[in-house]
């Protein structure tokens, strides 16, 4: 597709970009990498897969990097990847329909399956994992604030059907470590949150992000939506997922000593 950009971010992800731009090399004509120094063969392997790399600092919030690729891009459509996801045959095909075409849409959702441990997560909140990543260059922006936020659309937005397949934990030691970051990330957004608050607004704070939030995560996606349909590996992601709360609360406790 000479008209589409791929583009990613990426840091000491050796063990995962090969994956991802051979699933991509009849997808696009134009691979756009903004590396964040990385200590591994990740731009030996990107730059020998034809990506062109552009080496800078590693940011706390990755969104930065993904930003400055997607400036960088040269082509109508943009389609922005993490280096731990694939492109299947069904979406490179859906991609190719809309890209080819002249949609009114500016930007697409399209729906993802997160790879938990030997499965794919299907309940729990985790599938659709639906995620803006096709958009027409000049018309989609990342905010770069937080972790987990959509890239800002101007116009509107569609859907797409085929899924993007993640697989962001090689195991459960990764996973933990990864975990582990965004909390770290997490604890600053919350100091920022309460930065002038009352002392009652603080302790009522405490209570929510060390009792009430993670209860009601875990309720919420291991039973209202069926997490333990995933067996064993969504009762395990639906409580990890709880207890980034009240970590993420002690880390901030850590920060604000």
Not at 35 to 50: P, Q, Y
Not at 119 to 138: A, C, E, H, S, V
Not at 216 to 229: D, E, Q, S, V
């Amino acid at each position: 597709m000479k008209n589409l950009s791929v583009v990613l971010a990426t840091f000491n992800e050796e063990e995962n970009i090969e994956r991802c731009l051979l699933s991509v090399k009849d997808c696009a004509s134009e691979v756009v990498i903004v590396d964040g120094s990385s200590t591994d063969r990740t731009v030996e392997i990107a730059k020998s897969l034809g990506a062109r790399v552009i080496i800078t600092t590693n940011k706390p919030n990755f969104h930065i990097n993904k930003q400055k690729a997607i400036d960088n891009a040269k082509n109508e459509w943009i389609l922005q990847l993490d280096a731990d996801e694939v492109v299947d045959l069904d979406l490179e095909n859906e991609i190719k329909k809309i890209t080819d075409s002249d949609p009114k849409e500016n930007g697409f959702w399209i729906p993802r399956k997160n790879y938990f441990l030997g499965r794919f997560l299907m309940k729990g909140g985790q599938y659709p994992d639906y995620t803006i990543r096709l958009y027409r260059n000049g018309k989609g922006r990342l905010p770069q604030k937080d972790v987990h936020e959509q890239a800002e659309i101007d116009g509107e937005i569609g859907y797409l059907k085929n899924p993007l397949l993640h697989y962001p934990y090689k195991d459960f030691s990764f996973y933990l470590n990864k975990w582990n970051r965004y909390n770290l990330f997490f604890a600053h957004q919350i100091k920022a949150e309460l930065k002038g608050k009352s002392f009652i607004y603080k302790v009522l704070a405490g209570i929510g992000y060390l009792i009430l939030r993670p209860a009601h995560w875990l309720l919420t996606t291991y039973i209202r939506h069926k997490g333990f349909y995933d067996s064993w590996q969504g009762f395990v992601f639906s409580l990890m997922s709880a207890l980034r709360f009240p970590a993420s609360y002690i880390k901030y406790l850590k920060l604000s000593k």
